[in-house]
Each structure stands twice: as structure tokens, then as C-alpha cells.
């Protein structure tokens, strides 16, 4: 079996801040059947997962960051995982409870230490176990180092060969550094420096599309948008566009499976669906004091530009002020302003709209299982997994035309999956609205179109599929 490790800073369970965790602990898990030995590499956090497992040392090293020792250690899990899982543990840098985000909310100041000194750490190991892995699979700019440091790097001559696998879950983060950081590298030649280099800085995103031997995202349409604008990089993606590819995500059926879910109260019972979004629908507007009889449309995501989650108070009220009647339940943090004009329309509608700042995964669940409609009016979305989520549960997505959402929900016009917005606006998201109350009012249509999205098969094994032939091609 080609044998394949995954190179993360998240993988659910482990630790996750957004979709590349899912993703990362959820592909291993279907490789298997393709003919492929998957693991994954971490860091280790101080977070209750690492703390509630037990761990063994394969391998102890130090390294050299501009003449300071870094002592580190390669632990791999005892169990608990159906896959390898390893995990880099590096005192000072890394045991801290949050991934990315120090107490104020900003990114760690000493992001470049820790970036580079686990990619290095892992270098280092493997150069003395080359033969453990085959592949290399790096994912998002925390790795993107990787792929030069291989191809460069002396002190990893060993594994020069080593095919490389670049995966841009959200291409907006880009781990760019100042020149200066250039000093906790491993010698390389310098005329290889123009590799590290884009708009005079050290570009973490840029070096691995420039180095990797395969680049690819979480969708065709978030490809082929990076092709075509990705402002100052747009040129180098597309010079490279011959070894770009798009793989839309999948989901973990056995994780999201409205039969058997522990964090539903009420689980679907064979095919009746109409009881099961009946009986979570009561439960949870009954909880929020919400008026029933009506849709109930749902939201879940961080509140953010790039999620479109400034557009959701001012859609949401102009369709109340139309006296369209529906109820709303949204879930998630992040924007302050964004989640003040959200509280204070809850305030002005409190039987009308529900608004809950927090990441709570239980709540999320049962909004999913719940709601008739998810509104994702998102400006940009590599691939989206709550509207994946949102049919596997019988709601229908309304969504914004970008990125994995148009790869996965084609409008109902079309006889798609669920409702698309003409624009990212208030405009376009209120008409949307208006479109999800009357499409709520003809039961037939309605009922045929959940149906419909319940029995789309979104989970990974296509892809999976897509993945290992491409591994297997790498290491022909």
C-alpha cells in the first residue's frame, strides 16, 4: 500500500478551528479501501484531548532557530484512532490551550517560530525514518514550507524525492514573514531564495504552490477561482495551473448520520423524515420561544465578512418589514459589530429571530436537524461542509454562487439542491428569503426536494477515490 502522512496543525478530535480539521480527520478514515495507508501529524496543544490520551516517544531532536536550542519530541497515539496519529511536542511554543489565537484575539506573536519549527521537526524525524512514508501531504500555509525545505535543503537530501501533495483549504491565510525569519531555516543555496519569495516577503502559501509536486484545493469551482483572481498570486496559480487540481470534500456519514446522532434528542426512524424535522423543529423553537408554523430558517458559521454574515441582519429585517412571516435561529462568534446588529434584532423580533454567540456543538446539530433552510451567503467558500451537513439532515441550503457551494448546490430552477442567491447583498439574501417562504408554503415540492437532498451520498468515498489515484500516480 502507498503509504501517506498528513501534515496539519488540526484534525478532529484532536484540534479543530474550522473545516481542514474535519477534513484532515475524516479522509484518512476512507483511504484504506483505496489502496492507501494514511497518517497524520499534529502538533501537540495543550488542549483536554491530548491531556485524556495516552502517548509513546519515537523519536527525540533538537533544533537550531538562530542559535537557540528547540528540544522536541515525536509522540505517536496508543489507540483511540483508527488511523496512525502522531503528534510534534514542543515545549514553549506549542502547549498552549488555543490553535492559532493568543488572549487578545490576535495571532501568536512568534507565529513564524512555531510554524517553521514544526515543520522542521517533522524533517528532521523522517530524514531518519525515510522509508516510513511515501508520500507527503501537506495541508494549508502552516506547511507550506515543506515542499521547499525538501527540495532545497541539504540536511533533507534523503527525502528530496519524496513526492508532495499541497492542499489550500482557505487561500486567504498565507503565512507571510519578513526576510528576517529566514534565519531559523536550514542552509540552502541561495539562489533558490527566489522559491521562498512573493511581493518581497517570505511567503509560506506561494513557496508551496512554487515547490509542491501537486497543488490542489477543496473544490473544482474554488480552483478554478484562484485561477482566474487571486489578486497578487493570480499569475503564479495560474503558471502552475497544469499541476492544480480540485477535490470537493466530503463528510463522515457515521459522524453525521441523522439516525444514530448522540447529539440529537429525536433521530430519524427509517425514511420518515417528516417526523424527524417535525419533532426537532418543535423541541427547538419551543426552547428559543420562537413562533411556530412557520420556516424556520438557520445560520452557523463564524461571523465574518467572508461568510457573508454582515448581510444576515439587514436581509433578515427587510423581509420581516415585507411581512413575510418565518422565524430565524443563528449560531456562531467572531465580528463584534457583526454580532451586535444580530443581538440588537433579537432584541427588536425576540419571537421572530434567535441569536446565540457561541461555538456550541450541540445547538448546532440540532439547528441543522431542525431548521427547513441554511443560509450560507458566503463571499468566498473553498468547498463548505454545512450545506453538505444541512442536506444529509433534510434542511435545504440557500447559498451565495462561489467555490464549493456552486459545485454542491445547484439552485432549484435547475432542478438543484437548493436555493441560490443572485447576489451577495441584502438584496440578493432577501430574495432568497422571500423564495425559501413561498417554496415552504407547497408542501409537495418541498417534500420532494428533502427527500431528494437526504439520499445525495456526500460521503468521502468519491473522493477518497480521486485522492488515492493521485497518490498512487505520485509514487509510480
Known amino acids: 500500500m502507498t503509504k501517506v502522512i498528513h501534515i496539519s496543525t488540526e484534525c478532529y478530535p484532536a484540534a479543530k478551528a474550522g473545516g481542514m480539521g474535519d477534513v484532515v480527520g475524516a479522509l484518512p478514515l476512507y483511504l484504506p479501501g483505496q489502496g492507501i495507508e494514511a497518517s497524520v501529524i499534529t502538533p501537540r496543544y495543550k488542549r483536554t484531548w491530548f491531556e485524556q490520551q495516552s502517548f509513546v516517544t519515537q523519536y527525540s531532536g533538537e533544533l537550531n532557530l538562530d542559535d537557540r536550542i528547540v528540544d522536541f519530541r515525536i509522540q505517536r497515539l496508543e489507540g483511540t484512532l483508527p488511523y496512525p496519529f502522531y503528534c510534534v511536542d514542543i515545549p514553549g511554543l506549542f502547549d498552549r490551550e488555543d490553535i492559532y489565537l493568543a488572549e487578545n484575539g490576535h495571532g501568536y506573536p512568534d507565529e513564524p517560530e512555531r510554524n517553521i519549527s514544526f515543520q522542521l521537526a517533522i524533517l528532521d524525524w523522517l530524514s531518519h525514518e525515510a522509508d516510513l512514508f511515501d508520500v507527503f501531504h501537506c495541508h494549508d500555509h502552516m506547511t507550506g514550507l515543506i515542499p521547499f525545505f525538501l527540495k532545497c535543503c541539504h540536511q533533507f537530501e534523503m527525502l528530496s524525492k519524496k513526492p508532495t501533495v499541497f492542499t489550500i483549504h482557505n487561500g486567504q491565510y498565507r503565512g507571510i514573514f519578513d526576510w528576517s525569519v529566514h534565519r531559523y531555516f536550514p542552509y540552502y543555496d541561495p539562489r533558490h531564495a527566489g522559491l521562498l519569495d512573493w511581493d518581497g516577503a517570505i511567503n509560506s502559501l506561494a513557496t508551496a504552490i512554487k515547490c509542491s509536486w501537486v497543488v490542489n484545493t477543496v473544490s473544482p469551482s474554488y480552483m478554478q477561482e484562484l485561477i482566474n483572481d487571486f489578486d497578487t498570486l493570480t499569475p503564479l496559480v495560474s503558471s502552475e495551473r497544469e499541476k492544480c487540481e480540485g477535490i470537493i470534500n466530503g463528510i463522515d456519514n457515521e459522524l ?169 447583498d441584502t438584496a440578493g439574501f432577501a430574495k432568497g428569503i422571500e423564495r425559501a417562504v413561498h417554496l415552504y408554503k407547497s408542501k409537495k415540492e418541498l417534500g420532494q426536494l428533502v427527500e431528494k437532498i437526504m439520499g445525495i451520498d456526500w460521503s468521502w468515498d468519491q473522493s477518497a477515490q480521486k485522492y488515492a489515484e493521485m497518490y498512487q500516480q505520485l509514487n509510480q
Open 256 to 424: 453525521w448520520d441523522p439516525k444514530t446522532d448522540e447529539f440529537l434528542d429525536h433521530h430519524l426512524k427509517g425514511t420518515n423524515w417528516k417526523s424527524f424535522k417535525s419533532k426537532n423543529k418543535s423541541a427547538l423553537i419551543k426552547r428559543l420561544n420562537l413562533k411556530s408554523r412557520r420556516p424556520l430558517i438557520g445560520f452557523i458559521g463564524r461571523m465574518a465578512t467572508q461568510k457573508g454574515a454582515d448581510v444576515l441582519a439587514s436581509s433578515i429585517e427587510e423581509s420581516l418589514s415585507k411581512g413575510l412571516q418565518f422565524s430565524t435561529v443563528i449560531l456562531g462568534s467572531g465580528d463584534k459589530a457583526i454580532e451586535q446588529a444580530l443581538t440588537e434584532l433579537s432584541n427588536r423580533y425576540p419571537r421572530d429571530i434567535s441569536v446565540t454567540i457561541a461555538y456550541d456543538e450541540k445547538m448546532a446539530r440540532a439547528i441543522y436537524a431542525a431548521c427547513d433552510f441554511l443560509m450560507m451567503p458566503s463571499r468566498f467558500e473553498p468547498c463548505g461542509l454545512n450545506q453538505m451537513y444541512a442536506m444529509r439532515y433534510g434542511t435545504i441550503p440557500m447559498v451565495s454562487n462561489v467555490g464549493g457551494l456552486k459545485d454542491t448546490v445547484p439552485d432549484i430552477s435547475q432542478k438543484g439542491n437548493g436555493i441560490v442567491a443572485e447576489t451577495i
